[in-house]
Nanobody, 118 residues
Framework: VQLQASGGGLVQAGGSLRLSCAASGRTSSIVRMAWFRQAPGKEREFVASITWRHGNTYYGNVAKGRFTISRDNAKNTVYLQMNSLEPEDTAIYYC????????????WGQGTLVTVSS
């Protein structure tokens, strides 16, 4: 499975961005997908995940009700709508895919940079 993330960029505080992650290859093995982020000098942190079949969603504390994860099964794509962005949201955002519902993810995308200016 290959994951291609896109949609990052520079946005002012209070603005919005929508990230996309397109999966290709053996996509039938995907059970769930997720977004993580890593800010400079910080550890990677969980943002949100979604199950592929039923669309059940889970959010990390960083989402704070501002982010929404969704998927389009026909396009093998997962999205992360980010609203009310803050400078603290500046990070590289990575998408990940898992072939099980257990902990950990099997596949990772290359990341897309989100920069929020104050």
């Amino acid at each position: 499975v290959q994951l291609q993330a896109s949609g990052g960029g520079l946005v002012q505080a209070g603005g919005s961005l929508r990230l996309s992650c397109a999966a290709s290859g053996r996509t039938s093995s995907i059970v769930r997908m997720a977004w993580f982020r890593q800010a400079p000098g910080k550890e990677r942190e969980f943002v949100a995940s979604i199950t592929w079949r039923h669309g059940n969603t889970y959010y990390g504390n960083v989402a704070k009700g501002r982010f929404t994860i969704s998927r389009d099964n026909a396009k093998n794509t997962v999205y992360l709508q980010m609203n009310s962005l803050e400078p603290e949201d500046t990070a590289i955002y990575y998408c990940a895919a898992g072939s099980t519902l257990g902990p950990g993810f099997d596949y990772w995308g290359q990341g897309t940079l989100v920069t929020v200016s104050s």
